[in-house]
């Protein structure tokens, strides 16, 4: 293979068929830098709030619309939580114009995935689970990957620097993972720097292109219901040069995907690995999704329960939270979704026989209503 190739996605499969495909094989052009635009030609020292004022930005570039922007981007989560197929699954949608987390869309472009952690075969193998035969293949060359390269300060970063000159559209550089590609950290530099100095270099160069620069990390050892980024491995120095920052958590109550960054608005999306398509599906908002989750919980207990039951056994039979549960109630009793038995007692609609229809304390019938008792 020529030593200035880029492998792509229909030249994998062949090869890997062939197998001609060796490791890391593929370096790329590394021709003269494009032009920067008018407006980063400006601003590279110092300005005024008059220049500024002068100046119409374009918008920003979504890579997953409203979801991923342009710029760079951590992906982090614990080992062996589907983050390669993640990254995979966005790759494919972006090189085919395609959609990825079920129902969000990405502008065609060209990507270059680094799978460090993955060989040909892996890759090929993963492809076929996730896209579907078309007559259309054209967008395949779009997808390339390299699954060797030397680290950031090393010749890494030329290499990306050369494929980002070499192709027409270039969109999204994947590197999976980040330990694999990081400079080693100088004797002088502190854990913070070394861990800033690890993004900034790729911070820069998404800046430079106005391309995404997604970058997949590792996760700690959580402490429960604490910040989700705090469980980023290493120090605040990665989130700190990242432009976003994305963690993905599975807890007791389903996957969530937490998002912080400069250009997107803070977000935290229940997302469910689906098995048999091996992709992962963005729900919605999490909190819309767990609330409707857990009022399904609450309708099942109460539905197999054979007798009126109190918010204590309601949250152990749903394995729920009892303040999450106390919420619901009210509100479950408001929208005429249960019904109440007694104080401090609910049972299904269809198990309306076991309101009692007798006369409370004091001669007082007892009411459908939320009394306001624990």
Same mark, same amino acid.
């Given at each position: 293979m020529n030593a200035a190739e880029f492998i792509d996605l229909e030249t994998a499969e062949r090869m890997a068929q062939n197998g001609d495909l060796r490791h890391g094989e593929f370096a790329g052009d590394t021709t003269a830098a494009k032009p920067q635009s008018d407006h980063r030609k400006m601003f590279e020292g110092e300005f005024s709030m008059e220049d500024l004022a002068s100046v119409t930005f374009p918008p920003v570039k979504w890579i997953v619309d409203g979801l991923v922007p342009e710029g760079c981007t951590v992906l982090a989560g614990p080992p062996k939580s589907c983050k390669?197929?993640?990254?995979?699954?966005?790759?494919?949608?972006?090189?085919?114009?395609?959609?990825?987390?079920?129902?969000?869309?990405? %502008?065609?472009?060209?990507?270059?995935?680094?799978? #460090?952690?993955?060989?040909? &075969? $892996? /890759?090929?193998?993963r492809l076929e689970k996730i896209t579907t035969t078309t007559a259309d293949k054209g967008w395949r060359k779009r997808l390339r990957f390299r699954t060797k390269v030397e680290r950031c300060d090393e010749g890494g970063l030329e290499h990306i620097r050369g494929w980002l000159n070499s192709v027409q559209n270039p969109r999204l550089v994947i590197v999976d993972v980040l330990q694999k590609f990081r400079s080693n950290r100088g004797r002088s530099d502190t854990l913070y720097e070394g861990d800033y100095g690890a993004i900034t270099a790729l911070q820069e160069?998404?800046?430079?292109?106005?391309?995404?620069?997604?970058?997949?990390?590792?996760?700690?050892?959580?402490?429960?219901?604490?910040?989700?980024?705090?469980?980023?491995?290493? !120090?605040?120095?990665?989130t700190g040069a990242a432009d976003t920052s994305l963690v993905l958590k599975r807890g007791s109550n389903g996957s969530t995907l937490y998002c912080r960054g400069r250009d997107v608005e803070e977000y935290e999306k229940a997302i469910l690995w689906d098995r048999e398509a091996c992709r992962w599906i963005i729900q919605?908002?999490?909190?819309? %999704? &767990?609330? !409707?989750?857990?009022?399904?919980?609450?309708?099942?207990? /109460?539905?197999?329960?054979?007798?009126?039951?109190?918010?204590?056994?309601?949250?152990?039979?749903?394995?729920m939270r009892r303040n999450n549960v106390d919420r619901l109630l009210g509100k479950m009793m408001k929208a005429g979704e249960i019904l109440k038995a007694g104080r401090g007692q609910y049972v299904h609609p269809s198990?309306?026989? #076991?309101?009692?229809?007798?006369?409370?304390?004091?001669?007082?019938?007892? $009411?459908?209503?939320?009394?306001?008792?624990?």
């Amino acid at each position: 293979m020529n030593a200035a190739e880029f492998i792509d996605l229909e030249t994998a499969e062949r090869m890997a068929q062939n197998g001609d495909l060796r490791h890391g094989e593929f370096a790329g052009d590394t021709t003269a830098a494009k032009p920067q635009s008018d407006h980063r030609k400006m601003f590279e020292g110092e300005f005024s709030m008059e220049d500024l004022a002068s100046v119409t930005f374009p918008p920003v570039k979504w890579i997953v619309d409203g979801l991923v922007p342009e710029g760079c981007t951590v992906l982090a989560g614990p080992p062996k939580s589907c983050k390669s197929w993640f990254c995979l699954d966005v790759g494919v949608a972006v090189a085919s114009g395609n959609y990825c987390f079920g129902d969000y869309k990405c %502008v065609q472009g060209d990507v270059l995935y680094l799978a #460090l952690e993955d060989n040909p &075969r $892996r /890759l090929k193998d993963r492809l076929e689970k996730i896209t579907t035969t078309t007559a259309d293949k054209g967008w395949r060359k779009r997808l390339r990957f390299r699954t060797k390269v030397e680290r950031c300060d090393e010749g890494g970063l030329e290499h990306i620097r050369g494929w980002l000159n070499s192709v027409q559209n270039p969109r999204l550089v994947i590197v999976d993972v980040l330990q694999k590609f990081r400079s080693n950290r100088g004797r002088s530099d502190t854990l913070y720097e070394g861990d800033y100095g690890a993004i900034t270099a790729l911070q820069e160069l998404a800046a430079e292109y106005s391309v995404g620069v997604l970058i997949v990390h590792h996760t700690r050892k959580g402490n429960g219901d604490g910040d989700p980024f705090e469980e980023i491995s290493g !120090t605040n120095g990665i989130t700190g040069a990242a432009d976003t920052s994305l963690v993905l958590k599975r807890g007791s109550n389903g996957s969530t995907l937490y998002c912080r960054g400069r250009d997107v608005e803070e977000y935290e999306k229940a997302i469910l690995w689906d098995r048999e398509a091996c992709r992962w599906i963005i729900q919605g908002d999490a909190t819309e %999704v &767990r609330r !409707t989750s857990e009022r399904g919980a609450i309708l099942a207990v /109460l539905e197999d329960a054979e007798e009126p039951l109190k918010p204590v056994d309601i949250a152990n039979l749903a394995d729920m939270r009892r303040n999450n549960v106390d919420r619901l109630l009210g509100k479950m009793m408001k929208a005429g979704e249960i019904l109440k038995a007694g104080r401090g007692q609910y049972v299904h609609p269809s198990k309306a026989h #076991l309101v009692p229809s007798t006369p409370g304390k004091n001669g007082k019938k007892v $009411r459908n209503r939320e009394d306001g008792d624990k």
